[in-house]
């Protein structure tokens, strides 16, 4: 096969820097190595930025938030004794978008099928050939088991953080930066009506405690736990019992409300950047370059800013040989990266307890000055409700 550009990975970044490619005349042939059900019902992130609405619906995929969606103002900070909304309208002037991953996946699948774009699902043992060269290719094995070939132009990996985008990046010619923190999520999916109108993010002695929703049927909670935890060592009535403490159930009238938990699983936290995000022919976008903690935010819709610079910096590469935009991607990306990348850590650090005594006094003094600092909450404020895409 022979097309402009070949994507690695069928997720958000993949479907939607396919959309984006199409718009702009170029052609595209998407593979991924799990099924298209298993893509499908992944259950990840459930937080768009204003800026992330703003790109999905210039380019017509934008129906499914505005239907669906939950438009949120902002957020609550608490901790034992005191809760404080945080509105991103009155202190910065854009909002968030509750709208799950699922959601926009699903978005994204209905596009690519009614454009009749070729994307390969349940393929195996991709290679990335002669990514220095103007005439990269990919080699894999299709559901049917036959090797096949696709030559491109360009190359984008938007295969994760195991995919085999990252690992085709040569060691000499790259860096990485880490940190993995000393605690993990125990996440949470119920059929049950959300207890709060928007997030609450609550600090607590026994550790960090979140409520979120998928819809106005299905709340979304976690839990601060450590790191190897079984989930099976949680029940039901245990996992209600945590939140009910840590979420301030009783605290000025306020009740948490449990229900049927349908799914739960552990998530660890880390973060990883690693830079370039570009060799040769080969671009990185979305996980295969960098990974957040969940507390910010910030990984969906970091992949969608990355492929929303990409996929000009490809266009113009495919249809006038100019390669600036290419030549300026990493950069580009990577600024906005670290950004996000620093105001994730800085809300994991504020919020999860490490068990130093000092360290608890050193958070709930950052929470006061966020809560009761104009200058503080705008800031805040302006990272979670999101940068310009071009940042």
Request: aromatic share 8%; charged share 20%; net charge negative.
């Amino acid at each position: 096969m022979r097309t402009d550009v070949a994507i690695i990975g069928a997720g958000p970044a993949g479907l939607l820097l396919a959309h984006l490619l199409a718009q702009d005349g170029i052609e595209s042939v998407v593979i991924e190595s799990r099924t298209q059900e298993y893509v499908a019902a992944r259950i990840r992130a459930g937080i768009l930025e204003s800026s992330s609405v703003d790109l999905l619906t210039s380019v017509g995929l934008g129906a499914g938030v505005q239907a669906h969606g939950d438009e949120h103002r902002g957020i609550y900070l608490q901790w034992p004794s005191e809760r404080h909304h945080l509105d991103f309208v009155d202190l910065v002037g854009r909002s968030v978008w509750v709208y799950g991953q699922t959601q926009l996946q699903a978005d994204l699948v209905t596009a690519s099928e009614a454009a009749g774009r070729t994307v390969f699902y349940d393929t195996s043992d991709a290679e990335l050939h002669d990514l220095e060269t103007d005439h990269p290719f990919v080699t894999f094995t299709d559901d049917a088991g036959a090797r096949q070939r696709i030559d491109a132009l360009a190359i984008a990996g938007c295969d994760g953080s195991f995919g085999p985008s990252r690992a085709a990046m040569p060691s000499d010619k790259r860096d990485s930066w880490e940190r993995v923190y000393p605690y993990s999520w125990l996440g949470i999916l119920a059929d049950v009506a959300p207890s709060t109108d928007e997030l609450i993010y609550a600090w607590h002695p026994d550790g960090f405690g979140m409520h979120s929703m998928r819809s106005a049927t299905v709340s979304r909670l976690y839990l601060q736990v450590p790191n190897g935890t079984d989930v099976a060592d949680w029940s039901d009535d245990a996992i209600w019992d945590a939140l009910a403490t840590r979420l301030g159930h009783g605290q000025d009238g306020w009740t948490l409300t449990p229900g049927p938990i349908t799914d739960k699983s552990v998530l660890p936290m880390r973060s990883f950047v690693q830079s370039p995000m570009r060799h040769g022919r080969l671009f990185l976008a979305g996980d295969a370059a960098h990974t957040v903690p969940p507390t910010g935010a910030k990984g969906l819709n970091l992949a969608i800013a990355d492929v929303a610079l990409l996929a000009p910096a490809l266009g113009r590469l495919v249809r006038k040989n100019d390669f600036a935009l290419a030549d300026a991607y990493s950069d580009t990306a990577l600024r906005r990266v670290w950004r996000c990348e620093h105001f994730s850590w800085w809300m994991t650090t504020m919020l999860h307890v490490s068990g130093d005594p000092f360290d608890a006094q050193l958070q709930l003094s950052q929470l006061r000055w966020v809560t009761s600092s104009a200058h503080g909450a705008a800031g805040l404020a302006e990272n979670y409700a999101g940068l310009p895409i071009g940042f």
